[in-house]
Structures are given as C-alpha cells and as structure tokens.
T-cell receptor, first 110, second 115 residues
Framework: SQKIEQNSEALNIQEGKTATLTCNYT??????LQWYRQDPGRGPVFLLL?????KEKRKERLKVTFDTTLKQSLFHITASQPADSATYLC?????????FGTGTSLTVIP | DTEVTQTPKHLVMGMTNKKSLKCEQH?????MYWYKQKAKKPPELMFV???????INESVPSRFSPECPNSSLLNLHLHALQPEDSALYLC??????????????FGPGTRLTVL
C-alpha cells in the first residue's frame, strides 16, 4: 500500500530563515504531487502542484522540488514569517483518490 | 465562488442521535469527498462521489451514510455513533475534469463530538 511520510512532526525555525519540509513516498509512481497548508481547526488549502517531469516549481516565497528517483519532494519557504506557522501536508493523487502525508507542523519564531 | 461551505460548524450528539452534516459547492466541480481528521493526524478519506455516484467507500462503518442529492450538495448522515467517531469532518470538491490534474478545495469542517 502507498506510504507517504513527512519529516519530523514539528519543525521550529527563526523568522527570516528558510524552512525545508520533506515528503517521502513508497510503493507509488505519482504523475504529480501537491502541497497543502492547514491551519488549526480549518480545512487544508492548496498551495502548489508539481508534475513528475518538473524538477522545480516556484510561487512567491514557496519552492517545491520533485525527485522521482529518490521518491521525494522538498518544500521550501524562504524568508519565513510567523504567519507561515501552520501544518503543511503533501498529497499524492491516484485516480480520484488523494493520499495525504503525515504532515509537518511548522512554527516560525519571531 | 471558490468556496466550499459546511454546516454545522460544531455538532455535539449522543450515541443514540441521528444527525446530518451538509456540504455545498458552486464551482461546478464533479467530484466531492468526505474526510475524517483526528487531532495531529492527516485527513483520512471516507467517501468519494464522482458525477453524483459513489465511487469510493473506504471501508467506513455503516453508521456513516453519505448522500449526494445533486452535483452541488453532499450530505453525511450519522446514526448510532461512538465516542471515537469524534473528529473534524472535512468536505472537499475537485473538478475531476479527466485531464489527469486535479486539486481539492476544502470546506472549513464540522467539529463533531459524540458523548
């Protein structure tokens, strides 16, 4: 069965630094991978999508990489701000089923 | 309108009650989903409706009964729930355009407490 793991449950970084979150998957060959942000008590919000033939995708301070050989995606937030504090989920899609990773809770310390 | 709405926001029910959760979207999306999320865990898929037909039921107990009256509405009927069913219930929708690329839009969720 598919397994999607994200690095450390919790990540604390200083404001202004770059946060790097990891998503590793096994037993799966996704055509694309997505990243979502979830605030406490709210539904996840879509951030970025990267296709298997794309190495890197950027959106403002966000950057996603996708290495299908390593079966890994990295999610970077540059110049982090306290407002970036949230849980970040990666998601793989098969047909119309979305499989979410375990999530990483990011705290940006002022 | 890029919003998925869910009602109620909070629900407290006893184990013998019958209640329903409602979800609505007006984005023309043809796939709708129910997820259950426990604290500090990722969303777990429960049901998927595609073009108003139930396409996926992830071995969910029969005390949860989904219904899709039309392409904009999704209900989750609850009956004889257990305290361990207490969780955040999330509804989502996606275009399901068949292009192979799909993203989900989530509602704010219903916080369910079973006493």
């Amino acid at each position: 069965s598919q397994k999607i793991e994200q690095n450390s449950e919790a990540l604390n970084i200083q404001e202004g630094k770059t946060a790097t979150l990891t998503c590793n998957y096994t037993n799966y060959s996704p055509a694309y991978l997505q990243w979502y942000r979830q605030d406490p008590g709210r539904g996840p919000v879509f951030l970025l999508l990267i296709r298997e033939n794309e190495k890197e995708k950027r959106k403002e301070r966000l950057k996603v990489t996708f290495d299908t050989t390593l079966k890994q995606s990295l999610f970077h937030i540059t110049a982090s701000q306290p407002a970036d504090s949230a849980t970040y989920l990666c998601a793989l899609v098969s047909g119309n089923q979305f499989y979410f990773g375990t999530g990483t809770s990011l705290t940006v310390i002022p | 309108d890029t919003e998925v709405t869910q009602t109620p926001k909070h629900l407290v029910m006893g184990m013998t009650n019958k209640k329903s959760l409602k979800c609505e979207q007006h984005m023309g999306h043809r796939a709708m989903y129910w997820y259950k999320q426990k604290a500090k865990k990722p969303p777990e898929l429960m049901f998927v409706y595609s073009y108003e037909k139930l396409s996926i039921n992830e071995s969910v107990p029969s005390r949860f009964s989904p219904e899709c009256p039309n392409s904009s509405l999704l209900n989750l009927h609850l009956h004889a729930l257990q305290p361990e069913d207490s969780a955040l219930y999330l509804c989502a929708s996606s275009q399901a355009s068949g292009s192979g690329i799909d993203t989900q839009y989530f509602g704010p969720g219903t916080r369910l407490t079973v006493l």
